[in-house]
């Protein structure tokens, strides 16, 4: 099946902008709800994995590698931020 222009724009979108806002905004609020670095990485990596298998395919994995490495970059640091708050 060939795409269209338009769907292609619309995947490039959502791979550049709208998922790693999405990670990191998710990353805040999960560590912020579960007060564990580690939580919301491990669900990036189980959340976009499925993604992959079910919606794009295999060239989706260094996107996916990406979004757990951009996870643990939010996660781990807010870790010490919250520590310095109290």
Excluded: C, H
Excluded at 10 to 36: C, N, W
Excluded at 45 to 71: C, E
Excluded at 75 to 84: C, E, G, R, V
């Amino acid at each position: 099946m060939v795409r269209k222009g338009s769907e292609q724009g619309m995947e490039f979108s959502l791979i550049l902008f709208i998922f790693p806002i999405v990670v990191v905004v998710t990353s805040i609020i999960g560590f912020l709800l579960f007060r564990k670095w580690f939580v919301m990485p491990l669900l990036t990596f189980i959340v976009f994995a499925l993604l992959m298998m079910s919606i794009f395919n295999d060239s989706f994995l260094i996107w996916l590698i990406l979004y757990t490495i951009l996870s643990i970059i939010v996660s781990y640091p807010m870790k010490f931020i919250w520590k310095l708050s109290k």
